[in-house]
């Protein structure tokens, strides 16, 4: 395997920031160069029920997340996962950012997200951008269910596919056969794109 090259990855998933921060969290320890986005219009965590959701608008700081919900319903929110989540993530930055409004975040080399919609999402958001640069920017589609356990498999291969994309010189010249050989290996379908900055 070459050298590769160092890029720049983002992680971005729909409204509750599981999945792109588990995979951030994971990235960013193996020394990759990530950020992560949400896409809905407001960060949603899970409530008391299905219909009584926990919304908070993006960049309110994970940690005013985590001490209004402890102080709600500790043990709920710690069995259901959302403190031990909100922790991690505030560990690994200040408070959720949305993927459109990222435009002054600068270039990436690879967009992955873990849901068709929210891949839908970012694609339409790249399209309806003005084009300068004429740099490609790798949007893939990694389904990942949407729970903790889920979400730690499926930031794995996340990093898989991050560090076979950043081994070689030009994905744009091996892409098709990288997501051949990764979809065997893994067994996973694998959506992709190319847009430009």
């Known amino acids: ?8 990855f983002a992680m971005v998933c729909s409204s509750n920031q599981n999945r ?21 219009a407001h960060v949603k965590l899970p409530g008391p029920s299905l219909h ?9 700081p994970y940690k005013t997340m ?8 500790p043990d ?13 993530n505030l560990a690994v930055k200040n408070a959720p950012q949305r993927w459109q409004d990222n435009a002054a975040d600068g270039i990436f080399d690879v ?3 873990f849901e068709e919609r929210v891949f839908d999402m970012v694609i339409e958001d790249m399209n309806n951008r003005e084009q300068k640069l004429m740099k490609a920017v790798l949007i893939i589609n990694l389904e990942v269910k949407d729970n903790h356990e ?15 994309l950043e081994a070689t010189d030009s994905w744009e010249d091996t892409i098709d056969d990288i997501v051949a050989k990764f979809e065997r290996e893994q067994e996973r379908r694998i959506l992709y794109s190319i847009s430009f900055y």
Do not use: Q, W
């Not at 985590?66 to 319903?73: A, G, I, P, Q, S």
């Open 1 to 8: 395997m070459t050298e590769g090259r160092k890029m720049r």
């Open 20 to 40: 792109s921060m588990e995979a951030h969290t994971l990235l960013k320890r193996h020394g990759l160069d990530v950020a992560s986005y949400g896409t809905g």
């Open 52 to 60: 009584e959701p926990n919304v908070y608008e993006f960049g309110t």
């Open 66 to 73: 985590y001490e209004e919900l402890r102080r709600k319903d």
């Open 76 to 88: 709920l929110y710690k069995r259901n996962g959302i403190l031990p989540m909100l922790k991690r």
């Open 111 to 113: 967009v992955m997200t």
């Open 150 to 164: 889920e979400a730690a498999a499926g930031a794995k291969v996340a990093l898989e596919l991050c560090k076979e």
